[in-house]
């Protein structure tokens, strides 16, 4: 059972500060990472994607990959009430076929003004 | 351009209707998904289909019934619903399954409740 796992939260930061958001998993054939943001009864928004070893970045928001330690993580910098969401993990193997996406639970951020 | 959408947006139904929901994307994705999100279990996927006519079964399909005729529509049946089956149904889609890029994306959900 391929199994991607996440801090439920709340994590609670102050407005202007970093948010460490982290998500491990079990399938070490998994290729393809993704973060979603899902503001309370929405649906989930693609933030990233990842694919490779290393950062990335795109405005306040960088994804971490560590493929040795099967583990990927979200900064966000400068945090804003805005920001405040769930946040899905997502995971898929490559060559997996049909196989889809394996979502975390999520991780509740809350952004204190 | 629309995207992806659902509807009913809201739903209540009875125990023991049979209930459709309607999902529709304009971006002509082979892939199209079916999911519910629970509280405490997250996203759950119930059917997804690889093209039309291709259908197969995620980690929750029983009580749901799933046709694709066409590749811009994956409606979602519930053939005799029941109170278990409360929840929000989120439809998802992508171009494709192989490679690295095969990101999904959301229609708005339907929030389905069974009395």
């Known amino acids: 059972q391929k199994e991607v796992e996440q801090n439920s939260g709340p994590l609670s930061v102050p407005e202007g500060a970093i948010a460490s958001l982290n998500c491990t998993y079990s399938?070490?054939?998994?290729?393809?990472f993704f973060w979603y943001r899902q503001y309370s009864g929405k649906s989930p928004e693609l933030i990233m994607s990842?694919?490779?070893?290393g950062d990335k970045e795109d405005g306040r928001f960088t994804a971490q990959l560590n493929k040795a330690s099967q583990y990927v993580s979200l900064l966000i910098r400068d945090s804003q009430p805005s920001d405040s969401a769930t946040y899905l993990c997502a995971v898929k193997a490559l060559n997996s076929g049909n196989t889809p996406l394996v979502f975390g639970k999520g991780t509740r951020l809350s952004v204190i003004a | 351009d629309a995207g992806i959408t659902q509807s009913p947006r809201y739903k209540i139904t009875e125990t023991g209707r049979q209930v459709t929901l309607m999902c529709h994307q304009t971006w002509s994705h082979s892939y199209m998904f079916w999911y519910r999100q629970d509280l405490g279990h997250g996203l759950r996927l119930i059917y997804y289909s690889a093209a039309a006519d291709i259908t197969d079964k995620g980690e929750v399909p029983d009580g749901y019934v799933v046709s694709r005729s066409k590749t811009e529509n994956f409606p979602l049946t519930l053939e005799s619903a029941t109170r278990s089956q409360t929840s929000v149904y989120f439809c998802?889609?992508?171009?494709?399954?192989?490679?690295?890029?095969?990101?999904?994306?959301f229609g708005p959900g339907t929030r389905l409740t069974v009395l």
């Open positions: 998802a889609s992508s171009e494709s399954s192989g490679g690295a890029t095969d990101t999904q994306y």
């Open positions: 990842i694919y490779s070893n």
């Open positions: 399938d070490r054939g998994s290729q393809s």
